[in-house]
């Protein structure tokens, strides 16, 4: 009997013949104990890297076969310690050498340059850190730490210590003193009587329980400064922005800074120097409002009107009176 053979049957026959494998389950844990394998030998040479580590880093802190501490012998050591000992004696020679260049051009009595400093400025006493008087007459805790500063600031212009210290001079002239610029230098006396009603002899409160303050000018020390160019420099006073009554008396009675005063040689020199003063007494000043006032110094050579500067040959303040 004859078979059939055809292209169909082969194709079946032979997907008859192939064997499909058979994948057995595993048990659950061995593929963790795979991987735990894995990692302990893992673990292991990060261990080994860490302990060589170490081991290179003792080695490197002291190797006894070389003896070497941080990679470097002691006679190495050495060296380089002496080396830098020269280096940094040598920097602090060359500035201290520098600093000694610099200080040996510098006079301790006389400043070196002093061309920016050419104009006097003005300040005020009672000075409690500010520009700015306010009390009541009639009330004494107002005033009494103003009166108290006058007192203090004007001690050593005390008659007795001027006569003592200080010398009278001739008025309305320079008293210059010749001689080396280390040489100790006279100085004229200014007596607190000059001051009359604002010395606080006749009145110890000074006005201000009268409700008539007063106000010391002091021109700032310049050291060689001729103010007023041979001519005395005096001081004005006015009420900035409104309409006052107020008047102004002046002590000494000319609001004159004179001559005899200048020049100023230095503290160092002129040891007991007395700084020339004028004082203002205020009257009929309006109460209860802030008045703003600004005294001037004139005289040939002062410039008392520099914009960006207002205590530059003058100075201005606040004074209320309350009731």
Avoid at 286 to 299: A, L, P, R, T
Wanted: charged fraction near 20%.
């Amino acid at each position: 009997m004859a078979m059939n053979s055809t292209p169909g049957g082969e194709v079946e026959h032979l997907k008859n013949d192939v064997k499909m494998p058979i994948v057995m389950p595993r048990d659950k844990g061995e593929g963790n104990t795979e991987k735990e394998g894995v990692t302990n030998e893992d673990g292991g040479q990060r261990g080994k890297k860490s302990d060589e580590r170490m081991r290179e880093f003792k080695t490197f802190l002291w190797n006894p076969e070389k003896k070497e501490f941080m990679g470097r012998t002691s006679k190495s050591w050495s060296l380089i310690l002496l080396f830098y000992v020269c280096l940094y004696s040598f920097l602090a020679g060359m500035f201290s050498l520098c600093v000694y260049g610099m200080l040996s051009t510098l006079s301790p009595y006389t400043p070196t340059y002093r061309d920016r400093v050419n104009n006097p400025g003005m300040m005020i006493r009672p000075y409690l850190g500010g520009v700015s008087i306010r009390f009541k007459p009639t009330v004494e805790a107002t005033w009494s730490q103003y009166v108290q500063n006058l007192q203090e600031f004007l001690a050593p212009y005390n008659d007795s210590i001027q006569a003592m210290k200080n010398i009278p001079c001739s008025p309305g002239q320079y008293f210059m003193q010749d001689g080396d610029e280390s040489e100790e230098r006279l100085a004229c006396q200014f007596n607190r009587a000059l001051l009359k009603n604002c010395s606080g002899i006749e009145d110890p409160t000074f006005g201000y329980s009268i409700g008539k303050p007063c106000i010391l000018l002091k021109m700032n020390k310049i050291i060689g400064y001729l103010p007023g160019l041979g001519t005395t420099p005096y001081v004005t006073c006015e009420v900035l922005k409104v309409e006052s009554n107020a008047t102004f008396h002046f002590y000494p009675d000319d609001g004159t800074f004179d001559l005899m005063y200048f020049p100023y040689y230095g503290k160092l020199t002129h040891v007991n120097y007395s700084t020339p003063l004028v004082a203002v007494q205020y009257e009929n000043m309006e109460s209860n409002s802030k008045v703003n006032i600004q005294c001037k110094i004139h005289g040939p050579g002062i410039k008392n009107d520099i914009f960006q500067d207002r205590f530059s040959g003058r100075v201005s303040f606040n004074l209320n009176i309350d009731e």
